[in-house]
């Protein structure tokens, strides 16, 4: 069994990778799910454009919780993560 990361376990950290926060290792993983993934790498993809748009603005280190929040919301990622179901 090779180790596998899916869809649902790449969304839940997929805020962090955006940001760098994730380690290297974790990182990889993801690259590599992208790699294999259409749907995730739509996701991630947009995700990255918003935020730029969010750093291009203010200048702020990081995006605040509730802006996060949204953002999520207006991706619609709960739905993605049902849809993917099966
Ligand atoms: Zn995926």
């Known amino acids: 069994m090779n180790e596998h990361l899916d869809c649902q376990k790449l969304l839940s950290s997929i805020s962090d990778f955006v940001d760098g926060e994730l380690s290297p290792d974790l990182c990889q993983q993801i690259e590599q799910h992208l790699n294999e993934c259409e749907n995730c790498r739509i996701v991630i993809n947009t995700l990255r454009k918003t935020i ?24 619609h990622l709960d739905e993605f993560l049902n849809h993917d179901r099966g």
Not at 52 to 75: A, G, K, V
């Open 52 to 75: 730029d748009l969010y750093h291009q603005q203010p200048p702020s280190e990081s995006l605040p919780q509730e802006i996060r929040q949204r953002l999520f919301h207006r991706l």
